[in-house]
Protein backbone atom coordinates (compact mmCIF):
# COMPACT_ATOMS: atom_id res chain seq x y z
CA UNK A 1 0.00 0.00 0.00
CA UNK A 2 1.44 3.51 -0.17
CA UNK A 3 3.10 4.87 2.21
CA UNK A 4 0.35 8.15 3.21
CA UNK A 5 -3.28 7.65 3.35
CA UNK A 6 -5.24 8.36 -0.10
CA UNK A 7 -7.37 11.56 0.20
CA UNK A 8 -10.59 11.35 -1.50
CA UNK A 9 -11.85 15.03 -2.68
CA UNK A 10 -13.85 16.80 -5.45
CA UNK A 11 -11.77 17.83 -8.62
CA UNK A 12 -13.51 20.23 -11.24
CA UNK A 13 -14.87 18.61 -14.11
CA UNK A 14 -12.63 19.79 -16.73
CA UNK A 15 -9.90 17.93 -14.24
CA UNK A 16 -11.16 14.58 -14.00
CA UNK A 17 -12.29 13.99 -17.84
CA UNK A 18 -8.84 15.15 -18.87
CA UNK A 19 -7.39 12.52 -16.48
CA UNK A 20 -10.40 9.83 -17.61
CA UNK A 21 -9.68 10.39 -21.18
CA UNK A 22 -6.20 10.06 -20.49
CA UNK A 23 -6.46 7.17 -18.66
CA UNK A 24 -9.39 5.26 -19.38
CA UNK A 25 -10.04 2.69 -21.73
CA UNK A 26 -13.33 3.78 -23.03
CA UNK A 27 -13.24 7.49 -23.56
CA UNK A 28 -17.17 8.00 -23.11
CA UNK A 29 -18.68 9.25 -19.86
CA UNK A 30 -22.06 8.95 -18.49
CA UNK A 31 -24.54 11.68 -19.04
CA UNK A 32 -25.70 11.18 -15.01
CA UNK A 33 -22.44 12.84 -13.13
CA UNK A 34 -22.90 14.09 -9.83
CA UNK A 35 -19.09 14.07 -8.01
CA UNK A 36 -15.68 13.85 -10.01
CA UNK A 37 -13.39 12.88 -6.80
CA UNK A 38 -9.44 12.89 -7.48
CA UNK A 39 -7.41 10.22 -5.33
CA UNK A 40 -4.28 12.26 -4.15
CA UNK A 41 -1.42 10.93 -2.29
CA UNK A 42 1.00 13.61 -0.83
CA UNK A 43 -0.62 16.44 -3.24
CA UNK A 44 -0.44 13.76 -6.29
CA UNK A 45 -3.33 12.87 -8.07
CA UNK A 46 -3.08 9.22 -8.42
CA UNK A 47 -6.53 8.33 -9.77
CA UNK A 48 -9.69 9.86 -10.91
CA UNK A 49 -13.68 8.73 -10.06
CA UNK A 50 -16.63 9.37 -11.58
CA UNK A 51 -19.85 8.76 -9.66
CA UNK A 52 -23.40 9.57 -10.96
CA UNK A 53 -25.99 7.34 -12.56
CA UNK A 54 -26.58 5.22 -15.48
CA UNK A 55 -29.01 5.68 -18.49
CA UNK A 56 -32.02 3.92 -16.40
CA UNK A 57 -31.34 5.47 -12.49
CA UNK A 58 -34.21 4.65 -11.12
CA UNK A 59 -34.79 0.81 -12.98
CA UNK A 60 -31.30 0.06 -11.74
CA UNK A 61 -32.19 0.22 -7.88
CA UNK A 62 -35.99 -1.11 -8.33
CA UNK A 63 -34.58 -3.99 -10.28
CA UNK A 64 -32.03 -5.07 -7.78
CA UNK A 65 -34.94 -4.61 -4.97
CA UNK A 66 -38.19 -5.15 -6.35
CA UNK A 67 -40.25 -4.97 -3.53
CA UNK A 68 -39.10 -1.97 -1.91
CA UNK A 69 -39.63 1.79 -1.93
CA UNK A 70 -35.83 3.04 -2.53
CA UNK A 71 -35.43 5.67 -4.82
CA UNK A 72 -32.30 7.17 -7.43
CA UNK A 73 -31.24 9.19 -4.29
CA UNK A 74 -30.68 5.88 -2.31
CA UNK A 75 -27.54 5.08 -4.25
CA UNK A 76 -24.69 6.28 -6.49
CA UNK A 77 -23.25 4.33 -9.46
CA UNK A 78 -19.22 4.04 -10.21
CA UNK A 79 -19.27 5.84 -13.84
CA UNK A 80 -15.65 5.76 -14.10
CA UNK A 81 -12.33 4.92 -12.34
CA UNK A 82 -9.07 5.09 -13.90
CA UNK A 83 -5.91 5.49 -12.45
CA UNK A 84 -1.97 6.25 -12.89
CA UNK A 85 -0.66 3.59 -14.88
CA UNK A 86 2.02 3.11 -12.13
CA UNK A 87 -1.15 2.54 -9.99
CA UNK A 88 -2.45 -0.52 -11.96
CA UNK A 89 0.55 -2.46 -11.90
CA UNK A 90 0.34 -2.63 -8.33
CA UNK A 91 -2.02 -5.37 -6.54
CA UNK A 92 -3.05 -3.11 -3.79
CA UNK A 93 -4.51 0.10 -5.15
CA UNK A 94 -7.81 -0.50 -6.72
CA UNK A 95 -8.42 -2.16 -2.89
CA UNK A 96 -7.06 0.74 -1.22
CA UNK A 97 -8.89 3.60 -3.18
CA UNK A 98 -12.11 1.82 -3.05
CA UNK A 99 -12.03 1.98 0.35
CA UNK A 100 -11.31 5.75 0.78
CA UNK A 101 -13.99 5.74 -1.73
CA UNK A 102 -16.79 3.68 0.25
CA UNK A 103 -15.42 5.62 3.52
CA UNK A 104 -15.86 9.11 1.76
CA UNK A 105 -19.29 8.05 0.94
CA UNK A 106 -20.19 7.78 4.23
CA UNK A 107 -18.87 10.82 5.49
CA UNK A 108 -20.44 12.74 2.58
CA UNK A 109 -23.67 11.52 1.78
CA UNK A 110 -26.65 9.64 2.87
CA UNK A 111 -26.60 7.04 0.26
CA UNK A 112 -27.17 3.50 1.49
CA UNK A 113 -25.50 2.02 -1.53
CA UNK A 114 -22.52 2.13 -3.94
CA UNK A 115 -23.76 0.44 -7.38
CA UNK A 116 -21.08 -0.48 -9.90
CA UNK A 117 -20.86 -2.84 -13.08
CA UNK A 118 -17.61 -4.42 -14.59
CA UNK A 119 -17.67 -4.93 -18.14
CA UNK A 120 -17.42 -8.81 -19.52
CA UNK A 121 -17.50 -7.40 -22.78
CA UNK A 122 -13.80 -6.43 -22.34
CA UNK A 123 -12.51 -9.65 -20.15
CA UNK A 124 -13.62 -7.86 -16.46
CA UNK A 125 -14.58 -9.52 -13.76
CA UNK A 126 -14.96 -6.83 -11.18
CA UNK A 127 -11.69 -8.83 -9.64
CA UNK A 128 -11.08 -5.22 -7.64
CA UNK A 129 -14.48 -5.66 -6.23
CA UNK A 130 -13.95 -9.00 -4.98
CA UNK A 131 -10.97 -7.96 -3.13
CA UNK A 132 -13.31 -5.17 -1.76
CA UNK A 133 -15.95 -7.45 -0.23
CA UNK A 134 -18.37 -6.35 -2.36
CA UNK A 135 -21.99 -8.28 -3.27
CA UNK A 136 -22.31 -9.79 -5.99
CA UNK A 137 -25.69 -9.30 -7.93
CA UNK A 138 -25.40 -11.11 -10.69
CA UNK A 139 -25.11 -10.54 -14.53
CA UNK A 140 -26.92 -9.03 -17.63
CA UNK A 141 -26.19 -9.04 -21.72
CA UNK A 142 -25.06 -5.77 -22.82
CA UNK A 143 -24.70 -5.40 -26.80
CA UNK A 144 -21.94 -3.32 -28.72
CA UNK A 145 -20.73 -2.54 -31.72
CA UNK A 146 -17.50 -2.45 -33.61
CA UNK A 147 -16.04 -1.06 -36.82
CA UNK A 148 -14.51 -3.65 -38.78
CA UNK A 149 -11.94 -1.43 -40.39
CA UNK A 150 -11.15 0.61 -37.36
CA UNK A 151 -11.48 -1.12 -34.49
CA UNK A 152 -13.67 1.15 -32.58
CA UNK A 153 -16.29 0.42 -30.11
CA UNK A 154 -19.25 1.54 -30.48
CA UNK A 155 -21.46 1.61 -27.38
CA UNK A 156 -25.41 2.34 -28.30
CA UNK A 157 -26.11 5.47 -26.05
CA UNK A 158 -23.03 6.70 -28.68
CA UNK A 159 -24.84 5.72 -31.92
CA UNK A 160 -27.56 8.12 -32.24
CA UNK A 161 -26.79 9.36 -35.54
CA UNK A 162 -26.02 5.47 -36.86
CA UNK A 163 -29.92 4.86 -35.35
CA UNK A 164 -30.95 7.79 -37.00
CA UNK A 165 -29.14 7.03 -40.67
CA UNK A 166 -30.60 3.37 -40.17
CA UNK A 167 -34.35 4.53 -39.90
CA UNK A 168 -33.58 6.49 -43.36
CA UNK A 169 -31.91 3.38 -44.91
CA UNK A 170 -34.82 1.28 -43.96
CA UNK A 171 -37.40 4.52 -44.44
CA UNK A 172 -38.74 3.87 -41.07
CA UNK A 173 -39.93 6.71 -38.47
CA UNK A 174 -37.41 5.51 -35.65
CA UNK A 175 -34.64 2.80 -34.90
CA UNK A 176 -33.57 1.70 -31.28
CA UNK A 177 -31.26 -1.03 -32.44
CA UNK A 178 -29.09 -1.25 -36.07
CA UNK A 179 -30.38 -3.93 -38.45
CA UNK A 180 -28.27 -6.25 -39.32
CA UNK A 181 -29.10 -5.46 -43.08
CA UNK A 182 -27.75 -1.72 -42.14
CA UNK A 183 -24.48 -3.62 -40.28
CA UNK A 184 -23.36 -5.23 -43.20
CA UNK A 185 -23.98 -2.25 -45.47
CA UNK A 186 -21.65 0.26 -42.84
CA UNK A 187 -19.34 -2.65 -41.80
CA UNK A 188 -19.68 -3.24 -38.34
CA UNK A 189 -20.70 -5.88 -36.02
CA UNK A 190 -23.14 -6.52 -33.04
CA UNK A 191 -21.14 -8.24 -30.39
CA UNK A 192 -22.55 -9.27 -27.19
CA UNK A 193 -21.06 -9.80 -23.53
CA UNK A 194 -22.34 -10.16 -20.05
CA UNK A 195 -21.96 -6.86 -17.21
CA UNK A 196 -21.53 -7.90 -13.67
CA UNK A 197 -23.24 -6.44 -10.96
CA UNK A 198 -21.83 -5.31 -7.27
CA UNK A 199 -22.96 -3.48 -4.70
CA UNK A 200 -21.70 -2.31 -1.45
CA UNK A 201 -23.65 -1.32 1.56
CA UNK A 202 -23.04 2.09 2.91
CA UNK A 203 -25.55 2.08 6.21
CA UNK A 204 -27.50 -0.27 8.18
CA UNK A 205 -30.44 -0.09 6.80
CA UNK A 206 -28.68 -1.26 3.74
CA UNK A 207 -26.64 -4.01 5.34
CA UNK A 208 -30.36 -5.02 6.83
CA UNK A 209 -31.97 -5.18 3.16
CA UNK A 210 -29.49 -7.06 1.87
CA UNK A 211 -29.94 -9.92 3.81
CA UNK A 212 -33.06 -10.34 2.66
CA UNK A 213 -32.19 -10.91 -1.24
CA UNK A 214 -29.89 -14.30 -2.29
CA UNK A 215 -26.88 -11.23 -3.21
CA UNK A 216 -23.95 -12.85 -1.81
CA UNK A 217 -20.21 -11.87 -1.00
CA UNK A 218 -17.71 -14.72 -2.41
CA UNK A 219 -20.07 -16.16 -4.69
CA UNK A 220 -18.23 -14.49 -7.95
CA UNK A 221 -17.74 -14.72 -11.44
CA UNK A 222 -14.28 -15.61 -12.82
CA UNK A 223 -12.56 -15.63 -16.57
CA UNK A 224 -14.90 -19.16 -16.99
CA UNK A 225 -18.28 -17.00 -16.63
CA UNK A 226 -17.13 -14.41 -19.80
CA UNK A 227 -19.64 -15.40 -22.87
CA UNK A 228 -18.87 -13.58 -26.27
CA UNK A 229 -20.49 -13.37 -29.15
CA UNK A 230 -21.04 -11.99 -32.64
CA UNK A 231 -24.40 -11.30 -34.54
CA UNK A 232 -23.66 -13.02 -37.75
CA UNK A 233 -27.64 -13.04 -39.04
CA UNK A 234 -30.86 -11.76 -38.22
CA UNK A 235 -31.58 -13.07 -34.68
CA UNK A 236 -28.88 -15.58 -35.26
CA UNK A 237 -25.23 -15.38 -33.03
CA UNK A 238 -22.08 -17.21 -32.97
CA UNK A 239 -19.74 -17.83 -30.07
CA UNK A 240 -16.66 -15.94 -30.02
CA UNK A 241 -13.18 -15.29 -28.50
CA UNK A 242 -12.83 -12.35 -26.55
CA UNK A 243 -12.96 -9.42 -28.93
CA UNK A 244 -10.52 -6.65 -28.90
CA UNK A 245 -10.63 -3.01 -29.99
CA UNK A 246 -9.06 -0.08 -30.65
CA UNK A 247 -9.73 2.67 -27.81
CA UNK A 248 -8.15 5.37 -29.87
CA UNK A 249 -10.02 5.13 -32.86
CA UNK A 250 -12.97 8.19 -32.40
CA UNK A 251 -14.72 7.70 -35.95
CA UNK A 252 -18.31 7.39 -34.17
CA UNK A 253 -17.46 8.15 -30.36
CA UNK A 254 -17.23 12.10 -31.02
CA UNK A 255 -18.71 13.09 -27.63
CA UNK A 256 -17.91 16.54 -26.79
CA UNK A 257 -18.17 16.89 -22.88
Same mark, same amino acid.
Given at each position: ?28 ? &? ?6 ? !? ?7 ? !? ?8 ? &?? %???RKLFP ?11 ? !? ?8 ? %? @???? !? ?13 ? @????? #? ?24 ? $????? /? ?9 ? &? =??? =? ?6 ? =? ?15 ? *? ?12 ? #? /? &?? @?????KLLG ?7 ? /? ?6 ? $?????? *? ?12 ? %?? =?? /? ?5
Open positions: MTNTPLILKEISKDEAISFIRQYHYSKIL &PRLCKYFL !GIFSEEKLL !GVVELGWGTQ &PL %QTIDSSLQTTDYLEI !GKMCFLPEMN %Q @TNYF !GSQALSALIKWLKEH @TDCHF #LYTLADGIEGKCGYVYQASNFFYCGY $FKTSV /YRDKQSWEKIH &P =RSA =RLLLEENA =RFEQVEKKHWLSQAFCE *YKGIEKINGRMFRY #L /Y &PL @TKEAKHTLYRRHY /YPKEKNLR $FEKRIA *YQKYEAISQPTFDK %QA =RI /YNTQLF
